[in-house]
């Protein structure tokens, strides 16, 4: 019924190890269907409630490289902007008024700290906030994408305050079509 | 898994034949019942041996029964299995010896390939006729590891063996969640760069995107009648609790907290209400609000977070509560309303996940920076170690079927 396209998505049955007694791991790759389910739901559009609607996933474009943007940092379990980081938005929004061809994708992480699927709705939550000031700033809604890795993707893989308070951050990629 | 098994079974049950001071069902003590092995044939054969030796061992394994000698068995095994070629002819009997009658006795033909699943639904279905709670041998649980670095989904059998591996993305994934009948998973994935819902069927080897909505889509947790996945999006500019009809895709939203973020939906028993982690008052924190919507209510009061709430089928919630620093195991009974702390060792004990008997649970234990799985036997609070690679296991799901 679907073609198989791509070597890697060949089934495999690799035996990884034979540590268990008796028995191997094997090892397989699914096959990717066709996409489903996507891009048929409305997206809510109203922000009755002070939010606003995430726009439908667009195509990135060329990453934008002749300016970079500095981290927004973030107390521990918190999603609030801290007064002292909302200039690194502001300078975001500037550039992006300057240059009304350009989108963001705002990247929220967290320190490795607490549950994993908690994290990764609070690196949204991060995303989201920075989102939201840089909406208030005068930037349309559907130019900025958020996107969380929860505690995936330490910049620092050390432990210590130090290290976690580099993690928990919100990161800007900007792109150009 | 599919089992290939021309099976015979007769089973019969017994009356008469339950020890009186057997208590029944998850939270009292259970007497381990003493059973002897000793008149089972078992021959020489390799394959045959294997056999019994996997009964004994999950007979041991999972507090329902003690192996004992034959002088102070309540129950005695008895017939025998011979090998022909690759097949295998197996008649198992359990007696009670009291009564000298029957309590199980099961007819199999097969294939020797197939001899380690045979041992685990016979002692399934011992389990189930003598303490009428189904047992968790033949079970397996799912999980997220990380063998080089990059994670993928893993499988293993609730008794440590057959380990296997469902995916080679070597990208985040998230909480896998069983199809409650069906050989399917659901999880979140990075696989397309961003948290995205997968279902993967693992008998046919094929995965699907179920939601890739704008921000994230994560948390899924499959109703009890397999046609409603809870989920959390952020499509509307905050994470929230949705559930997604099953296959049509209808949403339904279920909370409305638009400056607080939710994480981790796990449906009750009855298919009723939701439990699910929420920051509304501070801090991650456990809610219950029903699957028609509504206001939530909280049920965790202790502890500085709370996460990862599994709702068993007795009806009794596990998660990890943070208590003076460390994730420990707190069991919480929305009736009685009472909790009770199950672990205190000074490491993180995270994602419990409720066997299908209600008694065991298996969880992620976290020294640092690396997990490994256990699983914890909720009576007598002894703990078996699951993953025995090295490697960084967690997110354990364990199967109802």
Known sequence: ?177 | MIRFLIIIICLFACSSGFSADIKIVGEGKTQAVPISTQAFHAGASESASLFLHIVRVNLDRWGWFRVSDAASASYALQGGITISGSQFSVDANVVNVRTGRSVIRQRLRGETSELRMVALNFVDALTEAIHEVPGVASTRIAFVGALHGGKDLFMVGADGEAMMQLTQDAVPCFGPSWHPRQDVLYYTSFVRGFPDIYRLDIERGRRSVVSRESGINAGTSVSPDGNRLALILSRSGNPEVYIRQQPKGELTRVTHTAHFAEASPDWSPDGRNLVFVSDMQGGPHLFVVSADGGKPRRISRSGSQNVSPDWGPDGRIIYSSRRYGRFQLVVYHPQTGEEKQLTTAPVDHENPSWGRDGRHVVYAKRDGRISSLYIMDTQTGTEIRLTTRAGDWYFPAWSLH
Not at chain 1, 58 to 64: I, N, R
Not at chain 1, 139 to 156: M, Y
Request: glycine share 10%.
């Open chain 1, 1 to 177: 019924m679907h073609t198989i396209t791509a070597p890697r998505f060949l089934l495999s049955i690799v035996l990884v190890s034979t540590l268990l007694v008796g028995f191997g791991c094997r090892s397989r790759q699914p096959i990717l269907d066709g996409e489903q389910g996507n891009g048929t739901d409305m997206v809510d559009s109203i922000s009755l409630d002070g939010t606003y609607a995430l726009a439908p996933r667009g195509e990135f474009g060329q990453p934008v490289t002749e300016v970079s943007f500095e981290n927004v940092q973030f107390s521990y379990d918190s999603f609030q902007i801290p007064p002292i980081e909302r200039a690194k938005i502001e300078a975001v929004a500037e550039f992006m008024l300057d240059n009304p061809e350009t989108t963001v994708l705002v990247d929220g992480h967290c320190d490795e700290r607490g549950s994993r699927e908690y994290n990764l709705s609070l690196g949204e939550h991060r995303a989201l906030s920075i989102r939201a000031v840089l909406i208030s700033l005068g930037v349309a809604g559907d130019r900025i994408q958020t996107r969380s890795f929860g505690s995936e993707q330490p910049l620092d893989p050390g432990t210590g305050e130090a290290a976690w308070r580099r993690n928990r951050r919100g990161e800007f990629s900007l792109f150009r079509p």
